[in-house]
């Protein structure tokens, strides 16, 4: 399981640990992931997701995660939220157009 956010793209970046005397070493920067479950409205459906917490705010701030998945660019997401942004998508034409034809 690699360390990187699938809805952000987060992952580790790495740098200098410097002491007290300025001597460098190198070090590592993990990303803050927890594993969460969130829920789709469109899909009726949850789905387990991999994300760093910065991420979840994010999700939160735009008001759920279809629409997180909407605005997002798919080169950041990973291929299991691409899928689940194609399916979003689709849901969402569906739905539209639903209320088009009432």
Do not use: I, Q, Y
Not at 14 to 35: D, I, M, Q, Y
Not at 37 to 46: E, F, P, V
């Amino acid at each position: 399981m690699s360390r990187r956010c699938e809805l952000t793209g987060k992952a580790v970046l790495s740098g200098n640990r410097v002491s007290h005397s300025n001597r460098k070493t190198r070090r590592r920067f993990l990303p803050n992931l927890v594993n969460v479950t969130l829920t789709s409205d469109l899909l009726k459906r949850s789905v387990k997701l991999r994300v760093s917490a910065n991420a979840l705010k994010t999700v939160d701030h735009r008001g759920g995660l279809d629409a997180f998945l909407m605005k997002a660019r798919s080169e950041e997401l990973s291929p299991k939220a691409a899928e689940l942004k194609r399916a979003v998508a689709k849901a969402t034409v569906a739905v539209t157009s639903d209320a088009v034809a009432a």
